[in-house]
Each structure stands twice: as structure tokens, then as C-alpha cells.
């Protein structure tokens, strides 16, 4: 029979108070709570230690206790015996019949250390009786941006039990969002966890994504950059015509307004789509059309 740690085993400092005794109980209670670990022997032992740990840890009276003679357990173990065996002797001389203060804690629920140093001083309370809340659910959702455009609804699979959900456009890459009580199932009556939806979005489309903002390039015909004109090109949501101012340079941007992505959860909202000229030089020129060019050259030359 060795010492037991109690506090290593609640992983505390023995400094903790009573509020950090409760939270670390709670926290490896529901961890290796035999229900969350079917067939698990040793989830099961270390379920024990954990209940046997705050039984003594979160008593005043006990803790006192321990912290005294924890380490001196052996000499605690013959002072127990002595006062069992001043008992039994009081209980024969008055003619009365022994009681048994174990409550509802079976002998299994403690270590033969806490019967040496507690023997009938264990409490009534039942700790695998306390609620707790059920396991966290996470799942990844594939989409793609075009899917994500619009509010739409999807049906998902999650530990054999479909959920409908409702998709709000505008989502992000890795953003994740939180359903209310689809996770796990709470134990000895206590809440459902909860469903934890990462979306990982890909991208089929010619635009650029930064945020609400849409990001495209557009090519730009010599003629149309010099002299002007209108271009029509295909948004998100359908084709627009913009005007090109002339003498427009190489990589000039416009930004078309409430044409980029839905702002998450604000209907009726877009970003901006930011159009990036590249103009084109034409190539085979015939003869006709290269004479022109000269022409043209030596006209900007004269002019100099």
C-alpha cells in the first residue's frame, strides 16, 4: 500500500482553494467518467482516484487531515485501528449493535490507503451520481465559394444522426460556428455538448477573395486603352458594363462598388470587386496594320 498524491492526482498545486478543487474535479471527472470510455479499465480506476481524490481534498475536515499525516500514513493507520478496536469495545459494554457510516459509497470506491487514514469517515454523497455536460463534436464541411454566396441549407452526417443546417452566405475559410446541443450526450441527465462546424472553402472561380472583397483581373485590348470605351465582364452575381477611360495605363484598378462578396450575417450587404486592367499589345500584325503603327510613331516623334 503506497501514499497517494491527492493533489497530483487532481493535478493542483496544495495551494488551491476550494474553487480550483471543484474545477479540476469536474474537468478529469467528465474526462474519464466511465460512461465517456465504455470498457476502459484503467479510464475506470483513475475515475475512482479522481472521486477519491475530492472526497478528501474538497473536506475541510479531511484535507486538514491528509495535509498532516498523509505521508505519515502508517502511523495513522494504527492510531485508526486502536480507536476501531476502543469501539468495538464501547459498542459490547453498552449492549448496542455497530453502525455502519459508509453511506452510499461502496468499498470498491476507495483505496485501501483512504480506509487507513478515513475508514468510517467517508462521506454520503455518490460523485459518479453528478451531471455532466456531453463531449464537444467537431466536423469539417468542404464548400466551395460559389457555394457560399448565398444563404443556403445542407444536411450533414455527424455520429450517424443528420442535422439541417442553415449555411449564411458570406462564411469564411476556416471560420467555424458553434450548434447548440448536437454534440455528445450529457451524462446522469446533464446538458448535450456541442457541434463545432470548421468550413474549408476551395475555390473554382476567377476571383480573388480577401475578406468581403472580390479581386479580379481583366484583359484590355490596346485600342480600348488608348482611345476608350465600355467593357462588359462577369461579376458574381452577373455580367456589368464599365467604362475604360482613355489613355488607360497598364495594371490601373477600378473598384466597382457592392460588387464583391455578402457580409456575413448582414443581408443585403456586399464588399467591393476591384477590377486590374492588363493590357494586351496585339501580335501578327499584318503588313497594313504595322505601316499604321509607324505612322503613328513618327507622328508621337514629330510632336516631341
Known amino acids: 500500500m503506497e501514499f497517494i498524491d491527492y493533489y497530483k492526482v487532481l493535478e493542483l498545486n496544495k495551494d488551491a482553494n476550494e ?153 469564411e475559410n476556416g471560420q467555424t460556428i458553434k450548434i447548440v446541443g448536437h454534440g455528445g450526450e450529457g451524462v446522469n441527465g446533464g446538458p448535450n455538448g456541442d457541434l463545432y462546424i470548421t468550413f474549408s472553402i476551395s475555390n473554382s472561380t476567377k476571383f480573388k477573395r480577401e475578406g468581403n472583397n472580390l479581386y479580379k483581373d481583366i484583359e484590355l485590348n490596346l485600342y480600348t486603352a488608348v482611345l476608350g470605351g465600355d467593357v462588359t465582364i462577369e461579376t458574381f452575381d452577373g455580367e456589368v458594363k464599365v467604362p475604360v477611360k482613355p489613355d488607360t495605363q497598364n495594371n490601373t484598378k477600378v473598384r466597382l462598388k457592392g460588387k464583391g462578396f455578402p457580409i456575413y450575417k448582414k443581408d443585403g450587404e456586399f464588399g467591393d470587386l476591384f477590377v486590374t486592367w492588363y493590357v494586351k499589345i496585339p501580335t501578327n500584325l499584318s503588313d497594313k496594320e504595322k505601316e499604321l503603327f509607324k505612322e503613328l510613331s513618327k507622328l508621337r516623334t514629330n510632336e516631341k
Not at 472526497?55 to 502508517?74: A, F, I, M, Q
Open 19 to 171: 474553487e480550483d478543487i471543484k474545477k479540476a474535479y469536474r474537468r478529469l471527472a467528465r474526462k474519464y467518467h466511465p460512461d465517456l470510455n465504455p470498457n476502459d479499465a484503467s479510464a475506470k480506476a483513475k475515475f475512482q482516484q479522481i472521486n477519491e481524490a475530492n472526497e478528501v481534498l474538497s473536506d475541510p475536515e479531511k484535507r486538514k487531515k491528509y495535509d498532516l499525516h498523509g505521508r505519515d500514513w502508517k502511523n495513522q493507520e494504527e492510531a485508526h485501528r486502536y480507536q476501531e478496536r476502543a469501539g468495538k469495545n464501547r459498542q459490547q459494554n453498552a449492549g448496542g449493535a455497530g453502525q455502519d457510516f459508509s453511506g452510499n459509497f461502496s468499498q470498491g470506491d476507495f483505496s485501501d490507503f483512504f480506509e487507513s487514514m478515513f475508514g468510517g469517515e467517508r462521506g454520503g454523497r455518490r460523485s459518479s451520481q453528478v451531471k455532466y455536460r456531453g463531449q464537444d463534436f467537431n466536423a469539417t464541411l468542404q464548400l466551395d465559394l460559389k457555394d457560399v454566396y448565398v444563404t443556403h441549407k445542407q444536411t450533414l452526417t455527424v455520429n450517424e444522426k443528420n442535422i439541417r443546417l442553415t449555411i449564411p452566405a458570406g462564411v
